[in-house]
């Protein structure tokens, strides 16, 4: 907001001092009373002018440099571990299709996450006991272990 | 004679104080509305039907509980919760366990309970 109002004091101003230094470079036949006190206003109003001009000139960044931050590169155990949580949802997304959860899902399941950290896990086991508990599953009797 | 009958007598006072002291027992119990289960599990495991079941699976740093009822209805839930955990550690074949669940399939709570008056396997 501030910027715009020095842009615009700047604009009235220049018009102005453009108006009066054509005025000064025109002859005058006649001379005015107070012309040389007119012409001192108006050079203190181009220094004026210029001074504004330097004060609206933008600063040069003097603060610490910003360091520019970037992601570590993925592991191969990052991979290994992204891809156990996506095998664990396919097996889940497999068996909430067929609406049924067998000891094969129960294996697969056990054995694709066997390596994730235990909330990674239960977290994929949530899904499969969610999925029982809205009887969107059919439990085989033998998965029933899992 | 007089010695057989005092020596039954004896058998049947010893038996009766092997059998004595408050027991109870509780079938497999599944509320959908309250969102748990619980039961006894040396219980559960006397009973003569073959459909009740309740336990849980630990697999170290998560768990998974579970439960069928006699209607057939089977619940689960899994955990990572470590207060859990160490909960569910305790759990053996005499054991009452009552677990809850939420939406998610979490495990709201899970609480094992140890005592003499639990039926034994």
Known sequence: MARIAVSITLAFLGTLAAVLLYERQAPAPVPVAG???????????????????????????TGPAVEVLTPPLPTPQDDARQSAIRTGNEIVDRAVGAARWTIEDATELAAATVSLDGTTRAELFARVSAAINADQLQVEAAARRF | ??????GAIAILGMTAAA?????????????????????????????????????CTSYGSSAQCMARNLAGVFRSCSTANPAMLASIHPLNGDSHLYFGWN??????????????????K
């Open chain 2, 1 to 6: 004679m007089k010695k057989t009958i005092l």
């Open chain 1, 35 to 61: 012309q040389q006190e007119m012409f001192e206003r108006l050079d203190r109003l181009e220094r004026a002018i210029i001074q504004i001009g330097a004060r609206a000139q933008p600063e040069p960044a």
């Open chain 2, 19 to 55: 059998q004595a002291g408050f027991h109870t027992g509780q079938q497999v119990v599944i509320s959908d509305p309250g969102m748990f289960a619980n039961g006894d599990l040396g219980y559960v495991h006397n009973t003569p039907d073959l459909i009740q079941y309740i336990g």
């Open chain 2, 103 to 120: 939406a998610a399939g979490q495990c709201t709570f899970v609480n094992v309970r140890n005592a003499s008056y639990t039926e034994e």
